[in-house]
């Protein structure tokens, strides 16, 4: 059995971001780390060792070629056994909050995110390989089904929401106020000092 190959899957996404902009900053000091593979790039290639070594583990022994949704499946369930997230159970009394008074004796999970990351890279990776993308395991629709059901039950267990934050929309009075100030040319610099000190134009 491999020993905890996604030790730091749940990191990643946030080293991702700051490797991305180490990355960036280094490229405009020297020539030589502009070809640096930023951390995405390294965390996708081990994420991609990782799912061939488990390939090789698998009995019997499974040919990338017919890796199907259902091996994906079973590769996502093993990694559980590493996950650092507490998954509350429906009779915990702890069920649905997010902050936890005191500790339970629920499973630890591979959090939604981080398996939603990974099969983003693996699904990148298997087409950089040489993949069709028709035929990419990662992209299959039991995937996408078994990652959205993840995503309710941890949200429901765990008393948190991953929906996307909507942007607001600037209400319909400052756009008609703005709009007029903005059609009048004219008017006197105290209006128009006023509609700044309101906030509607800047």
């Known amino acids: 059995m491999m020993m905890d190959p996604f030790a730091d899957i749940e990191t990643s996404q946030s080293e991702n971001a700051t490797g991305n902009s180490n990355n960036s900053t280094s490229a405009g000091t020297s020539s030589s780390a502009a070809s640096t593979p930023s951390r995405y790039e390294n965390q996708k290639r081990r994420d991609w060792n990782t799912f061939g070594q488990y390939l090789k583990n698998h009995r019997p022994p ?15 369930r093993y990694l559980d056994q590493f996950g650092k997230t507490k998954v509350h159970t429906p009779i915990c009394p702890f069920y649905g ?27 990148a990776a298997y087409e950089e390989n040489g993949g069709r993308p028709e035929a990419n395991p990662f992209g299959a629709r039991a995937v996408r089904l078994y990652l959205r059901e993840v995503r309710d039950l941890q949200s429901k267990a765990r008393g948190i ?12 009075q400052h756009l008609s106020a703005a709009a007029g100030a903005g059609a009048g040319s004219a008017a006197p610099a105290a209006s128009v000092l006023d509609a700044i000190k309101a906030g509607v134009v800047l």
């Open 161 to 172: 929401s991953y929906e996307k934050k909507k942007r607001k929309r600037p209400s319909q």
């Open 62 to 76: 499974l040919a990338l070629s017919r890796c199907s949704g259902a091996h994906v499946l079973e590769f996502l």
């Open 97 to 123: 909050h997010p902050n936890p008074p005191a500790p339970c004796p629920c499973p630890l999970r591979q959090a939604w995110g981080s398996l939603d990351a990974l099969i983003g890279r693996l699904r």
